[in-house]
């Protein structure tokens, strides 16, 4: 029986994106981890740390991608 273990990242965030990252998966019925893993997968395929820092240069200003809903 194989067991596929996938690595470990810590992220660190500030309350204002932590309390926003809890909230997507709130709404989402979703773990705050799927939510980290779709909006890696929208920023495309990474490999690499260079990749993930090259990421979040280009992202740097943009926003996470993800549409927030009108209160």
Request: proline residues 4%.
């Amino acid at each position: 029986m194989w067991v596929l273990l996938m690595p470990t990242i810590t992220v660190k965030l500030d309350k204002k994106r932590a309390e926003r990252l809890a909230r997507w998966a709130r709404l989402g019925k979703v773990p705050k981890s799927e939510v980290i893993r779709a909006l890696i997968d929208r920023g495309g395929p990474i490999e690499t740390g260079e990749d993930l820092i090259e990421w979040v240069e280009r992202a740097a200003g943009k926003g996470l991608g993800l549409a927030q809903r009108s209160s």
